[in-house]
């Protein structure tokens, strides 16, 4: 995730190898990192190894969109000793010298869910990884929840600087986090986009954590090409002390070009602030009975889910209005409504029944009875009326 230890003496007490190592190391992580019991009891921990055949494919009527509206900030990249990062971990957007401009840094809807943009970070080599592989680096977009109960609650066992005006920490609380991950992939292009920013990542981050200049990004123009692709998500933890559980990550499926300068230069980095480790991953962590889930076909632009979503909810009910008229024309079927014929024949066997058993007609079949009774009248009616008219032609003829 990135350093979200205080940079006291803490800092450099946690380790992601044995001095001068080039691979992670599982036994350094787990006696460096035992002070936070999370990081060695935690049941939820990241990184992990997803598997994609196992990973379960959300029901497509779910709104799985993801948006982002980071605008364009005037940045001062940051060397945290164990890795590069952009911007603080705050709502509020600060320049070089750390002065809060109240600027918003953006936010990104999560699937219905507003969440605040605070800081990117990246890894070398990946911390999760897909069926087994690991890819040359890992970027993560930690937000967290629009709440303003989590944004400002301090943190315990952290000690991060009060902001001037002494109203909670610059931090906040570890709670309702998300992460937006992106794989890079070893290419022989490199990423123009990083490169706006990556030679002013501070070398040697013992001397000086951020660089001399600044710079403007627009980093959603690195994550925009991967949405449609999709994603896949699960609940896992801080990938560094205090391994705080309960974060909401979500790892795009297509990967981003980057080339071995690029990775050599958080390599380089890395080893002179981490004595001589150039990686910082942590090992990946057992998946107990967490469900990784992915996107079907990529995530759908938001007005589009709605779209289907309401598209959806239309079809259901003209099918449910279907069936209704149906069981209706049905029941009128049955009681002979719908053919003048059958109601007709109905009714002068009602009308029979009834002469044998009246009883029964009156309890059960009075209505059609009585119709049955109409019709007869009728009948007798128009016969007379025949009979009337065949009267006045015979007198006609007589005449
Ligand atoms: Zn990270």
Known sequence: MLALVPSGALAHEWLYAPPNADDADSYSQVTTWAQWPECVVGREQSPINIVTAHAAVAPRILDDSIDIKWPI??????????????????????????????????????????????????????????????????????????????????????????????????????????????????????????????????????????????????????????????????????????????????????????????????????GRTQKGVTVNNRVVQPIDDRVVTQTSSGTIWRPLAALSFALSVMVVGLVFALFILCRKLHKLQKA?????????????????????????????????TEAAMDLEKNEAALEAEAEAARKKAAAAVAE
């Open 336 to 368: 002979g409504t719908a053919s003048p014929i059958v109601w007709r024949q109905r009714t002068k066997k009602a009308a029979a029944d009834a002469a044998e058993t009246p009883v029964k007609a009156v309890n059960d079949l009075s209505a059609p």
């Open 73 to 270: 900030r005037t940045v001062t990249p940051k060397n945290n000793k164990h890795g590069f990062q952009i911007h603080e971990q705050s709502p509020e957007h600060y320049t070089g010298d750390q002065e809060e401009t109240g600027l918003p840094k953006g936010y990104t809807i999560l699937r219905n869910e507003r969440y605040n943009f605070y800081q990117a970070n990246f890894h070398t080599p990946s911390e999760n990884t897909i069926d087994g592989k690991s890819f040359a680096m890992e970027a993560h977009f930690l937000h967290q929840l629009d709440d303003e109960e989590f944004m400002t609650k301090s943190s315990v066992g952290t000690a991060w600087p009060k902001k001037k005006d002494g109203q909670g920490t610059l931090v906040g609380s570890f709670e309702h986090l998300a992460v937006l991950s992106v794989m890079f992939e070893l290419s022989s292009m490199c990423n123009p986009l990083l490169d706006e920013f990556w030679d002013l990542f501070p070398p040697d981050g013992s001397k000086t954590a951020y660089a001399r200049k600044s710079v403007e990004v627009d980093l959603s123009k690195l994550i925009e090409p991967l949405l449609p692709g999709g994603y896949y998500h699960w609940d896992g933890s801080l990938t560094t002390p205090p391994c705080t559980e309960g974060v909401d990550w979500n790892l795009f499926k297509a990967p981003l070009p980057v080339c071995q300068r690029q990775v050599d230069t958080l390599k380089s980095a890395l």
